[in-house]
């Protein structure tokens, strides 16, 4: 059965310090990576998503940045936090070739102070 | 266009109540909708999903409708039970990209 692992569980980090938070999915190739971020009490703001290594579109511009080096390893990065970054982080990824149904990761806790 | 429109934002249903949360869509390209459940501190997970070439799907509790004509889909919750409580994610998908709501918080009293 497929798995998806994110860490860490939680994160405080200062304003202006870098970020890195990590995905990984186990027992399925190829899948459609996605990050998302939820603010308190909101809906969910698809970040990035990835159709395979190396590749990574960009839905909103930001501070933060994506990368997949691996074929199941999705890593979310900022060179400096903003009191805004706050939030859930949650990994996804659904079946190659479909959107359809998004299987979430536990997030990440994120507080920027 | 690309929105998902989603109400309630919060909903308080008695006990053994029926729980109704409802979405508009504009886009007809959307071809897939389905509903997340998301309990506090948890990732969001697929609940039940329903195509427009069906009007209704019931899952155990959870019955999606569906009005093609009106761009509009709903989750009835009957029966609903304290474990219910969650915030709810209606989203539309075509090939290349889904759009959630909002979101609506449910609570249900004991």
């Known amino acids: 059965s497929q798995t998806i692992h994110q860490w860490p569980a939680t994160l405080v980090q200062p304003v202006g310090s870098p970020l890195s938070l990590e995905c990984t999915v186990e027992g399925t190739s190829n899948p459609n990576l996605y990050w998302y971020r939820q603010a308190a009490g909101r809906g969910l703001q698809l970040l990035f998503y990835?159709?395979?290594?190396?590749?990574i579109s960009s839905e909103v511009p930001q501070n933060l940045s994506a990368s997949r080096p691996q074929d199941r390893q999705f890593i979310l990065s900022s060179k400096k936090l903003l009191l805004s970054d706050s939030g859930f982080y949650l990994c996804?990824?659904?079946?190659?070739?479909?959107?359809?149904?998004?299987?979430f990761g536990p997030g990440t806790r994120l507080l920027v102070l | 266009q690309q929105q998902v429109k989603q109400s309630p934002q919060s909903l308080i249903v008695q006990k053994g109540g029926i729980s109704i949360i409802n979405c508009a869509y504009e886009n007809t390209a959307f071809d897939y909708f389905p509903w997340y459940q998301q309990f506090p501190g948890k990732g969001p997970a697929l609940l039940i999903a329903i195509r427009p070439d069906v009007s209704e799907k019931k899952e155990g509790r959870f019955t999606i409708s569906f009005n093609k004509s009106a761009k509009q889909f709903s989750l009835h919750i009957m029966d609903s039970q304290p474990g219910d409580s969650a915030t709810y994610f209606c989203?539309?998908?075509?090939?290349?990209?889904?759009?959630f709501g909002k979101g609506t918080r449910l609570h249900i009293l004991p």
């Open positions: 990835s159709v395979g290594i190396g590749q």
């Open positions: 996804a990824w659904s079946i190659s070739g479909t959107l359809e149904t998004q299987y």
């Open positions: 989203a539309a998908v075509d090939y290349d990209k889904i759009i």
